[in-house]
């Protein structure tokens, strides 16, 4: 059974209704390892090494975050600054990520008719995720495509639980191994 | 000597120093000249205020010098002497002898005895530390080349005055002149024995400095009285003198060795800034009593004489030091003016002066015509560097351009001072030192000191208030002070302190609560740093985190909260003398806070909410 590592990356989870639900999602599973961000550094100061030996013993690198301002929080952009190092990520000798999986669960406050040519923001989301996708392949990963929760502020209740379910499912499918 | 006749005599004394030394400071002339002088004017060939027991005050004043010989033994720590071997000894030995050997052969010439010739070339080779450090420092060349040179120089030379002291009693001419002026307790002893009684004493002192000195002054120091302390470290230089005279070596001999022994002591600094003001006024009572006791009768009906030597000398010792700069290849402009700087005869040469008078290895009055030859050489070295500046120095300064050295040649040229090491300077000086920083410490608790001192670092013992204290730990070179003093009143004068006599220095304060952070703001401090601001706030925070606050959350509030209370520090200081508006603004502004973390805390309902949204439909 292959090992998922959760990033979970929200600097006011407190206030984000969808991104708790999804969090709660999430099965106990001897497989399944969260790692908080922000919860683990608030002063932004990364242990590289740590971050390093986590990863070596999972398949899965899952980040699970907000869309700010069509990217990443800043403390995953400095996640992935200071983790994926030459010579350990890529570049000569740097081959501790090959064949490992790359996958982004993504809420937006943006519905999906928004996130399209026509829409309000002129592109989908896939394109505005275009330097994850490099990244992960520079690093020699798989980049899995983005589970998207979108228009957050629209969801009632029904429809948190249905997004809830879609989840599980999804993370139950990484683990049987069914994708890739 | 009656009591009213002592006053009158110190009443005269220090009534012309104080008119004279601030006048020739003025002129450019260096203190020592400034005394000799004073003493020129009450002596008695101008006004006549004090007559021939100018003789009697220089056996006392002459004490001035053992304190001297005492403070040179302090500044020699064995690292500088290691770092500067090379300078020290080449240049600084090579100077010596060949100026006593050519200076020795031309009196040679001149009709004296070999033995009184070696005697003069010594004491002419010396130069004046006290004018040309002065120099140096004013002009801010002490870390160029040639203020390097001339400090090496100035060290070796004031290094080579014990063996020279030692020397002296066997160039005398008469066979049974005593060692010291009064009968010694080993006269009649064998050789030997006498050896081996002088290096026991010896021995003795070292150990004594060593083991039972740095315990007795943390006794003292317990005791909290800084008179006490001020006796303890005259006693010392005194005892030692004594002691060494009982045993027949000379006392500035003796002392010497002492402040060798202290050198590494913690008490260093505290011992030399005690010592200071009685070896300043003793000195220059020496000085005095030179200046009063010189034949000015003689000086004047021999004019060319004097003059002659002085000229002969002087272009001697410069030929002698541009040839050895060549040699140590110094830039051309720096030789000229190191050779330029060091021409002059010392002050040591008077008490050397005096005391080949005892021995009879000098004339009395060839040594009056050579005492007013070296004032004149002294009086005329600012003199010459000015000329020399002022014409050549800048001609070649702009095709040399004067490279600073990395090594440096002070004690302690550390960027920061640290003053007070309680828990809080101790932390800051841990975070310092492990980024490279380099730190000095004073601390005024002998218990602390030495402890610290066993976990390695160098802690020196001393009331951080007292500017020459400071100086003496470096301040000159420091870049920042850290006032961490316990007292808001000894931080207070501190601050002043430094303030007044170095405004260039940044000081960051360390308060102890708000009160003392106004008082520091208002003799302005632009860096305050309130002792238990932070790590309360740094509780709090983790108190929210275990109350389940998001980390990041917290860290946002801690934020939050140390940046308002800054912005209302500085809003409420212009009213902290008026109660009544100053309550009423502080509640305001912590109002506005409960306000500001009650909607960053998240306590307000709302949904993931991106202003997008709102256009997106």
Known sequence: ????????????????????????????????????????????????????NLIQNHDILLFQHPLYWYSCPPLMKLWIDLVLEDGWAYGKDGNQLLGKKWIQVITSGGSKEAYTKTGFHGYTTDEFLLPFRRTAELCGMDYLNPFLVQGTFQLNELDLQKESNRYRQFINQLLGGIYG | MG?????????????????????????????????????????????????????????????????????????????????????????GGLQLVLTTVITAFFSYL?????????????????????IVLQTLKEKGLMKSISGQASFSVLLFQDMAVIPILAIFPMLSDSDNVPVANHHSLVENFPGYLKTLVVLSVVIGIILVGKYL???????????????????????????????MGAVGVSAALGTFLGGVVLASSEFRHELESNIEPFKGLLLGLFFLSVGASMDIPVVMANPTKVLGIVFGIIFLKAFVLFILGLIFRLPLNQNLYFSLALCQVGEFSFVLFGYSENLGILE???????????????????????????????????????????????KQENPVIICGFGKFGNMLGRFLRSNGIGITILDFDADRVEMLGRFGFKVYFGDATRLELLESAGLEHAKVVVAALDSPEKQAELIRNVNLHYPNIKIVARAGDREEAYDLKEIGVKYIYRETRETAVLMGRDVLRLLGTRSYTAEKARNLFLKHDDETFHELFDLRKDRVQYMSLAKQRNAELERLMFVDLGQEEELERDSWSEMER
């Open chain 1, 1 to 52: 059974m292959p090992k998922i590592l959760v990033y979970l990356v929200h600097p006011s989870l407190e206030k984000s209704k969808a991104n708790q639900m999804l969090l709660d999602s999430i099965p106990n599973s001897e497989s399944i390892t969260l790692r908080d961000l922000y919860e683990e550094y608030p002063d932004f100061s990364i242990q590289i090494k740590a971050e390093q």
């Open chain 2, 364 to 410: 009395g009055d060839i040594i009056i015509i050579l005492v007013a030859a070296v004032a004149v050489s002294m009086a005329l070295t600012p003199v010459l560097l000015l000329l020399y500046e002022k014409t050549i120095f800048g001609f070649l300064e702009s095709k040399a351009p004067q490279k600073t050295t990395e090594q440096d040649i002070h």
């Open chain 2, 3 to 91: 009591e009213s006749s002592f006053f009158i005599q110190a009443l005269i004394y220090l009534t012309s120093a104080i008119i004279m030394v601030p006048l020739a400071n003025r002129l450019g002339l260096g203190s020592v000249l400034g005394y000799l002088i004073a003493g020129i004017v009450i002596g008695p060939f101008v006004f006549g205020f004090v007559g021939t027991e100018g003789k009697d005050m220089l056996h006392f004043a002459e004490f001035g010098v053992v304190m001297m010989l005492f403070a040179i033994g302090l500044e020699l720590e064995l690292d500088l002497l290691l770092r500067l071997k090379f300078w020290l000894l080449g240049l």
């Open chain 2, 110 to 130: 001149f009709g004296f005895s070999w033995k009184s010739s070696l005697a003069l070339g010594l004491i002419l080779s010396l130069s004046s530390t006290a």
């Open chain 2, 213 to 243: 000195l740095s315990p007795f002054f943390r006794l003292l120091a317990k005791s909290g009285n800084r008179e006490i302390f001020t006796g303890a470290s005259l006693l010392l230089v005194i005892a030692i003198s004594v002691l």
